[in-house]
Structure formats: C-alpha cells, structure tokens
C-alpha cells in the first residue's frame, strides 16, 4: 500500500445479497473488507490493462487531456496577452493581516 498522503478513500454501494457474500469470503480467506475490495481494485486494473484496446485507448484519454490543457493554457494567454508563466511571475505579492480602514 501507499503511504497515507496519496491514500483516496472510495465509497462503494452494493447489494445486501453481494455485501454477504464479498464478506464471507474475505471471513474465510481471512482479510478485512478493505484489503478484499483492495485485492478486487487490484485485480479490475490489472484486467483491464491486458485487454487488446487498452493502450489505445489510453493514448487517445491523454491526448484529449493534452488538448484541453493546451486550449486552457491558450484561453489563459489570451486573457493577458503573455505566456503564462510570466503572469505567475508578474503575479502580486500576497498581503497579510487586515486591509487598512480607508
């Protein structure tokens, strides 16, 4: 398992019918509910990765992400007419404390 900081809590709805059995057999293979349905993630990614598709389907999911990154990225050069790493630069300090009374 990972350290804490990159842990992600999933919340997880299922039937009563299924809930006993996915707990009698974590019961008889003795292993909490957690490091079961762990096991089941597991195994759901590593079946998925094998599936013939799979890489291509995943190019194509980052190649969106890259796209929408680049017209965000292009909205924000439009709002400011610079590249926008230099608004990050040319950003105001911060201020502490309270607003002065005008």
């Known amino acids: 398992m990972t350290d804490p900081k990159g842990v992600k809590t999933l919340g997880l709805k299922v039937g009563a ?11 008889l293979d003795g292993i909490s509910l957690n490091d079961a349905t762990l096991r089941a993630v597991e195994l759901y990614v590593e079946t998925k990765r094998s599936e013939p598709d799979f890489a291509q389907r995943a190019t194509a999911a980052l190649e969106a992400i890259q796209r929408e990154a680049e017209a965000r990225a292009g909205a924000i050069q439009g709002l400011f007419g610079t590249d926008p790493a230099e608004v990050a630069e040319t950003k105001p300090p911060a ?3 309270r607003k002065a009374a005008e």
Request: charge should be neutral; aromatic fraction near 8%.
């Open 17 to 27: 019918e299924l809930h006993a059995q996915f707990t009698l057999i974590a019961q």
């Open 95 to 97: 201020t502490r404390g």
